[in-house]
């Protein structure tokens, strides 16, 4: 079993940035790939960014990539979403995800993924 916690959301202007925690407690850390995805009122959870189980692959939704980032710290079992340029469209609560899985190949659905989070909530005004 895995446990996963965020932190980090707030409410904040159009252009300012955040930076989302998901701190992982239960097993193995560095086997896990990690995600984040981000469900708006009245809309399906979609997929913002992913890292493979070592951090060297990645992978973004087009529309965040280039404003946001996806690392993460083994030994401190915690991955991190840096939001930069931030929009009212990125409104959302946003969930941390993992699964067990040591290749790097990168998962970009919901239904990839074990183990969720709780979610935080991220508020953008215009």
């Known amino acids: 079993q895995v446990t996963l916690v965020e932190s980090g959301g707030g409410l904040v202007q159009a252009g300012d940035s955040l930076r989302l925690s998901c701190a992982a407690s239960?097993?193995?850390?560095?086997?896990?790939?990690m995600a984040w995805f981000r469900q708006a009122p009245g809309k399906e959870r979609e997929f913002v960014a992913a890292s493979s189980w070592s951090g060297g692959s990645t992978k973004y939704a087009d529309s965040v990539k280039g404003r946001f980032t996806i690392s993460r710290d083994n030994a401190k079992n915690t991955v991190y979403l840096q939001m930069n340029s931030l929009k009212p469209e990125d409104t959302a609560v946003y969930y941390c995800a993992a699964v067990s899985y040591s290749g790097s190949y990168i998962f970009s659905i919901p239904r990839s993924y074990t183990y969720w989070g709780q979610g935080t909530q991220v508020t953008v005004s215009s």
């Open positions: 239960g097993r193995t850390f560095s086997s896990f790939a």
